[in-house]
């Protein structure tokens, strides 16, 4: 367990590795991993939970984009919820909603060239039911076309082909700019750049390790 209450965001364009990262900081620090994309699809597919006011989860999906709102804030201000979170809040409505109901420690914003985007979105490939995601460059599949853990055919999602990452980037950049100039106002936004999670990893790492005490080393991540 993480021993002080803390709370992170991470931020970045589709296929930056913001999962990656936030998995890392959870497995290093003791922290939960809040990622606004599981919690969908737990949603959709029924999953236990509920959101605020004792709806299913499934039924604040089906209420729309306020009620996800709602439910995923519900999960991020549990008492003594030390988290870090990716793909929430993804507007400046959502990053205001989440300021009235409680302080981010700090916030992380991940930058990729768009090349490296484009290149790493076109090569990923997804188990559904899951949402385990692999690369077929740097990342696959035992088998190719099939989850290692299943056995069960991956797919490519419609906007991770080609013809769509750029209006993908188009629209993060859009939404994610006032977002960003927010918690820099704030004081709390510390931006990476690179094209390789690896490489930036230790400087997030070095990062934490002035907030919260690491339950693992660097080298044990």
Request: proline share 7%.
């Amino acid at each position: 367990m993480a021993s002080k209450l803390l709370r992170a965001v991470v931020l970045g364009p589709p296929g930056s590795g913001k999962g990656t990262v936030c998995e890392r900081i959870a497995r290093s620090f003791g922290l939960q991993h809040l990622s606004s994309g599981q919690f969908l699809r737990e949603s959709l597919r029924g999953g236990g939970g509920e959101c605020p006011r004792g709806r299913p989860l499934r039924g604040c999906v089906a209420g729309g984009f306020a009620s996800i709102t709602a439910a995923f804030l519900a999960l991020m201000t549990a008492p003594f919820c030390c988290c870090a979170c990716t793909g929430f809040p993804r507007t400046l409505g959502q990053a205001e909603a989440l300021d009235r109901i409680c302080e981010l420690d700090l916030v992380i914003s991940l930058n990729i060239p768009f090349e490296t985007l484009k290149d790493r979105l076109s090569a990923r490939w997804v188990h559904p039911a899951s949402g385990r995601v692999y690369n077929m460059d740097f990342n696959p599949p035992h088998v190719q076309g099939v989850d290692d853990l299943t056995g069960e055919p991956l797919v490519q999602r419609e906007d991770d082909k080609p013809e769509a990452v750029a209006a993908r980037l188009r629209k993060y950049k859009d939404a994610a700019k006032p977002v960003i100039e927010l918690y820099k106002s704030r004081g709390i936004l510390h931006s990476f750049s690179g094209t390789e999670t690896n490489k930036i990893w230790p400087y997030v790492y070095t990062l934490l390790s002035g907030k919260i005490p690491p339950i693992l080393s660097d080298e044990e991540n």
